[in-house]
């Protein structure tokens, strides 16, 4: 089954302490830094992620791009990002597809529960991103780990004999 996540950017930068924090000087190193974490949670999970950033107070159609293989939207003038994600789970609500939004507006909260939408709050998703990190780095670890293997059928003595003269050892 398809999941797709729904994120209200702002939302959760204004609560995860190191995007907040980040926030205060340079709002856009907050929103790079929220799109390459949840880039990562895409690649992890295989759910497919949405973020989107409120552009109400900017003049414009609104922007719609792709960072990180992973969608981001700013809504069109005078648009919420709450407004943008109900309307995004109701042209996207399928029978074969579970559908998360990543807030914690509690009043979005609700309206999403309506729709039909599982919801995931701000501190529910750090801690599944933390551990998603920690999983990562245990991959990563086990990838180092495993020796090179050849194409070739050779035997444990002769891959031992060729690595030593790989590294110049003899």
């Known amino acids: 089954m398809k999941s797709l996540l729904f994120v209200d950017g702002y939302n959760i930068i204004g609560d995860w302490p190191e995007l907040k924090q980040l926030q205060e000087n340079d709002l856009e190193s907050a929103r790079d830094h929220l799109i390459e ?5 895409q690649a992890y999970t ?13 003049p414009g159609l609104g922007k719609k791009y792709e960072q990180f293989d992973l969608r981001v939207l700013y809504t069109k003038e005078k648009e919420t ?3 943008c994600i109900e309307r995004l789970v109701n042209e996207t609500k399928r029978i074969d597809r579970q559908i998360y939004v990543a807030t914690s507006d509690f009043v979005e909260q609700r309206v999403i529960f309506a729709s039909g939408a599982y919801r995931k709050s701000a501190r529910e998703l750090r801690t599944e991103m933390e551990q998603i ?10 990838t180092k780990r495993v020796k090179a293997k050849t194409k070739l ?16 050892k003899r």
């Open 133 to 142: 990190e920690k999983g990562i780095a245990v991959d990563v670890e086990k």
């Open 46 to 58: 295989g759910t497919e992620v949405t973020i989107i950033f409120d552009a109400h107070m900017v």
């Open 153 to 168: 059928p050779i035997s444990e003595e002769m891959a031992e004999l060729f690595e030593k003269w790989r590294r110049g």
């Open 81 to 83: 990002a709450d407004e």
């Open 37 to 41: 974490k949840m880039a990562e949670y």
